[in-house]
T-cell receptor, first 115, second 110 residues
């Protein structure tokens, strides 16, 4: 079956602009989470969505937002881009069943460069 | 939030076993221990996970200390393709939140 798909793979934006990244989870997965990866900070959790609801949020400014649609696809948005937002943004999807703990499947990420 | 601590890097010879340690002394009772690895230019890949008991799968084994404050990922025979950054991660019971540590970069020598 198809894996997690993130689009676009690469993106170059200018400071002050805004950007929207897309993530299509594995079919049947209703949980989608987003991470930022930079050489200095490593992998940091941004937020997680389940059934169109944000269940958890990491320690990022309000410029970072996201949403999930009824088909479980998710988007994240970064407004007023700063140079420090340059990073690899990773999306992961997983099954969610109450009382169980399943693995997360990651996409290949979107490489965002802010100039 | 509970955190994980791993060595920055480790080195292994090909065909030899590798033991990758992880400390998570502030783990809560509902946190699962997951291991993922990340190859260059790829997203992290699931390796194994467990709660209290040791676990085995086709990729690796996970040994969990009795007090759950540490765990060890065991690659039984390292290959060159196992060279990656290995992350020890805590995920709460519902998978609501995943906390990544800094990871261990594994170098495998031929």
């Amino acid at each position: 079956k198809a894996g997690v798909t993130q689009t676009p793979r690469y993106l170059i934006k200018t400071r002050g602009q805004q950007v929207t990244l897309s993530c299509s989870p594995i079919s049947g997965h209703r949980s989608v989470s987003w991470y930022q990866q930079t050489p200095g900070q490593g992998l940091q959790f941004l937020f997680e969505y389940f059934s169109e609801t944000q269940r958890n949020k990491g320690n990022f400014p309000g410029r970072f937002s996201g949403r999930q649609f009824s088909n479980s696809r998710s988007e994240m948005n970064v407004s007023t881009l700063e140079l420090g937002d340059s990073a690899l943004y990773l999306c992961a999807s997983s099954l969610f069943e109450v009382g169980q703990n399943t693995e997360a499947f990651f996409g290949q990420g979107t490489r965002l460069t802010v100039v | 939030d509970a955190k994980t601590t791993q060595p920055n890097s480790m080195e292994s010879n090909e065909e030899e076993p590798v033991h990758l340690p992880c400390n998570h002394s502030t783990i809560s009772g509902t946190d699962y221990i997951h291991w993922y690895r990340q190859l260059p230019s790829q997203g992290p890949e699931y390796v194994i996970h467990g709660l209290t008991s040791n676990v085995n799968n086709r990729m690796a084994s996970l040994a969990i200390a009795e007090d759950r404050k540490s765990s060890t990922l065991i690659l039984h025979r390292a290959t060159l393709r196992d060279a990656a950054v290995y992350y020890c991660i805590l995920r709460d019971w519902g998978g609501f939140k995943t906390i990544f540590g800094a990871g261990t970069r594994l170098f495998v020598k031929a």
